[in-house]
């Protein structure tokens, strides 16, 4: 026994990929074998007519003599393993399985198979509907006891809808569904073809013929996108059993497929390894056991590129996820007692010593996609100084720690950090200096950026903030280059401070990052707003700064595009949102018009990227969202101090 296992792993190290003098019956076998089990054989005559053909459902060539369960009990799944598995039992069940524990979720679809080989699995790129193949009753008049059919059915439940003809069916990370059928519907004598449709009205965008040397057939199965929608991947039984690859959006036939002749004799196509072009196949381990199979990658012509991992049994399918580190299996490893084995659902993730057992009686099975998190659109400083990051509609998405007291939170250039001012003692002594701390988005990481406060980060990733140590004035960081400057925000003297400023206030940039708006304390004068085209953000020669409304005319204000501002105007006992463009160098700047009315008094407002979305905070705290779209302010949350947009 010793020296059998050492010739077998001396065979598999120094030929992992050498097939079996039976690798191309085994595979031929697997497409043309009838469905495995007799409760599959049941389920098809259920769907045939008085005239039905009778559907042997007897296990054939691909069964193996099992040396072991590999594991009769379910190990825990690292958080990035997908939750959810869709399936296809024994029983002709189209179930949606626990990923962790193989428990069963719900039944979506029952009386599924096909009267050749397993049905076919795929699922949508958000993971909200499972495309399946199955046979349907047969049209008036075709003489045929029915028609493998694609259909699909959301993933929560409901009545599943036919989407074509086909028994085989994939769905693209765009949404593009693709499908093979044998023949068109049952007039047998027509040609077969790959459907090209978009998913899911199941509007077919265009089909390719059988190439001039296929007579019409088109056998197909194991279909699978790459991500990117531009290889379509399956096995066909043309000449012999061989994995294809096509570019569907060029081809004029199925002459257009290459063959991936280089693989292993009886390399079976498997999919794509997540999001990458690299084909993943089973091919025969060369081991002593008869049926033993490997999974790999295969290179662009075929040849094994490297392994993923090594098994004792026949692979009859193995998937990826859409991050290429896990897999689910299916592997004929369960013996019966009259002697038959049955198929078991494994899966294996990168790292992971071998398979792990989920569930038996699982006969094709794919991943679920996990639902896309929540992603944070606002971030908000909390009255007691958290900083919360909320989806629109108010929910606490995530939380990212204290702040030092910030009254400011602005995001950067695709949200992937916030800057937010520190509140110290306010002098120019190092540790007691104001300054603007850096949260990463992702995790959380807080770190401090520079001295300064109110800090506000352009389109083009220009901090601005306020110095206020060896004179009031501009300061700004380059996210890009790291590089500091200061400006003077008047532009009255080459003086990077200017003797009339005691406060300056960056509010927000321009969409195209090249004006500030700000607001000036002049000494003995009150307060203003200013719009700035002031260098690092132009060069100086193109510095222009346009003096707007005073503070207490005006409440706040912030831009909605290059050249238009929403204004915060007290009105009563409420705030007036008002629209207004802003005016040339030398002209003041007009009333306006009204876009909304918020209850109460307004202290801030803050316009996102779009110029679609304002949000708004009262003094009380509260906040709230107007969208042009559906012309409603509707409340977000309570208790802040400050708020901003996250911008994807």
């Known amino acids: 026994m010793n020296e059998e296992r050492l010739r077998d792993a001396l065979q598999a190290a120094a030929a992992e990929t050498r097939a ?3 690798a191309f019956d085994r595979l031929e076998s ?24 009778v559907v042997i459902g007897a296990l054939l060539g691909l069964v193996a003599v099992a040396v072991r369960d590999p594991s009769d009990s379910v190990s825990g799944v690292e ?11 024994g029983q002709g069940r189209l179930v949606v399985l626990d990923s962790r524990s193989g428990e069963l979720i719900r039944t979506l679809a029952r009386n599924v198979g096909t009267f050749r080989g397993d049905p076919e699995l795929s699922v949508s790129p ?15 008049g075709c003489v045929t006891s029915g028609i493998e059919t694609v259909f699909r059915v959301p993933l929560d439940g409901g009545a599943p809808q036919a989407v074509g003809h086909g028994r085989t069916t994939a769905v693209s990370g765009d949404g593009v569904v693709a499908f093979s059928r044998d023949y068109e519907n049952c ?5 077969g073809a790959l459907v090209i449709g978009a998913a899911p009205a199941s509007k077919v965008l265009r089909e390719i013929a059988p190439g001039q040397s296929d007579r019409g057939e088109l056998l197909l199965w194991g279909l699978g996108w790459s991500t990117d929608e531009r290889l379509l991947g399956f096995n066909w039984a043309r000449d012999k059993v061989r994995p294809y690859l096509i570019e569907p959006a060029r081809a004029a036939s199925m002459d257009d497929a290459w ?10 196509f498997q999919g794509f390894l997540g999001s990458s072009h690299e084909p993943v196949a089973s091919v025969a381990s060369g081991a002593t056991k008869r049926y033993a199979e490997n999974a790999v990658v295969l290179r662009p012509d075929g040849s094994v590129l490297r392994t993923l991992f090594r098994w004792t049994h026949a692979i009859h399918m193995v998937r990826s996820d859409t991050s290429g580190r896990h897999f689910v299996m299916t592997s004929p490893t369960k013996q019966l007692p009259g002697g038959a084995y049955r198929d078991v659902l494994y899966r294996w993730s990168r790292g992971d010593t071998g398979p792990t057992k989920i569930r038996d009686g699982i006969v094709a099975a794919a ?26 509609s108010g929910e606490v998405v995530r939380r990212l720690g204290p702040t030092n007291d910030a009254s400011t939170v602005s995001g950067s250039p695709g949200g992937s950090a916030l800057f937010v001012d520190a509140h110290t003692s306010g002098g120019c002594v190092t540790g007691t200096a104001p300054v603007v701390e850096r949260f990463r988005v992702s995790d959380g990481a807080r770190s401090v950026f520079s001295n300064g406060r109110f800090p506000a980060v352009s389109s083009q990733g220009l901090v601005a903030y306020e110095v206020r140590c060896d004179g009031v004035t501009l300061g700004f960081t380059d996210l890009r280059t790291g590089a500091n400057s200061r400006t003077n925000p008047l532009a009255d003297s080459p003086r990077e401070a200017s003797d009339n400023v005691v406060g300056v206030h960056p509010i927000d940039w321009s969409p195209d990052g090249k004006s500030l708006l700000y607001l000036v304390d002049h000494k003995g004068d009150g307060s203003r707003f200013y719009v700035g085209r002031l260098w690092p953000a132009v060069p100086s020669a193109q510095t222009t700064v346009i003096p707007l409304g005073d503070y207490g005319a005006w409440e706040w204000a912030s831009f909605i595009d290059d050249t238009h501002l929403a204004v915060l105007v007290r009105s009563g006992g409420n705030t007036e949102v008002r629209e207004i463009a802003l005016p040339d160098l030398g002209s003041t700047a007009g009333e306006g018009d009204v876009l909304f009315e918020v209850g ?35 409340r977000v949350t309570g208790d802040v101090a400050a708020s901003g947009w996250i911008d994807p």
Do not use: K, N
């Not at 063959?259 to 079976?268: M, N, Q, S, T």
């Not at 407002?605 to 969208?627: H, M, N, T, Y």
């Open 187 to 191: 007039r047998f004598s027509a040609p």
């Open 126 to 140: 958000d993971g909200s509907e499972i495309y399946y193949t199955s046979v349907a009753p047969p049209p008036e």
């Open 259 to 268: 063959c991936l002749c280089a693989a292993p004799a009886g390399a079976e």
């Open 30 to 53: 697997r497409i043309a074998r009838p469905r495995r089990s007799a409760e599959h054989s049941r389920l098809v005559l259920m769907l045939q007519s008085a005239t039905a053909v």
């Open 20 to 22: 079996g003098a039976d």
């Open 600 to 634: 109460g008094r307004a202290s801030r407002i803050a316009v996102d990227s779009s110029g679609e979305r304002f949000l708004v905070s009262r003094v009380d705290g509260e906040v709230f969202v107007w969208q042009r779209a559906d012309d409603v302010v509707t």
């Open 367 to 392: 991943w679920v996609p996990d639902p896309a998190p929540t992603q944070p659109e606002i971030a908000v400083v909390r009255s007691d100084a958290r900083l919360d990051l909320l989806s629109e």
């Open 79 to 89: 958080g990035s393993v997908p939750g959810q598995i869709v399936a296809v039992d």
